[in-house]
């Protein structure tokens, strides 16, 4: 995992990806005191267990990618539809 910092808020996670859909995020603080977006929606009674990402999180590792500061895990393959293995 890489440290990320979220470009909005500056909130630092550890990211990882492994494959274009799969991104997997270790947060190094509480969701709710470190994510603007994910204390808004706590305080509108929102479970943070059932917030799936922030967007502005989520942009900012996509960035990270595209600039290749992570790098998605090309050991792995997309599954093919119908074909196991």
Do not use: Y
């Amino acid at each position: 995992m890489q440290p990320i910092q979220c470009a909005t808020c500056g909130n630092r996670v550890l990211a990882e990806k492994f494959s274009p859909s799969h991104t997997s995020v270790q947060w190094l603080d509480d969701a709710e005191s470190a994510c603007p977006e994910f204390a808004r929606r706590a305080a509108l009674g929102e479970p943070s267990s059932w917030i799936p990402t922030c967007p502005a999180l989520r942009d900012s590792i996509e960035r990270a990618v595209a600039a290749g500061e992570l790098a998605t895990d090309q050991l792995r393959n997309e599954p093919v539809p119908g074909r196991l293995g």
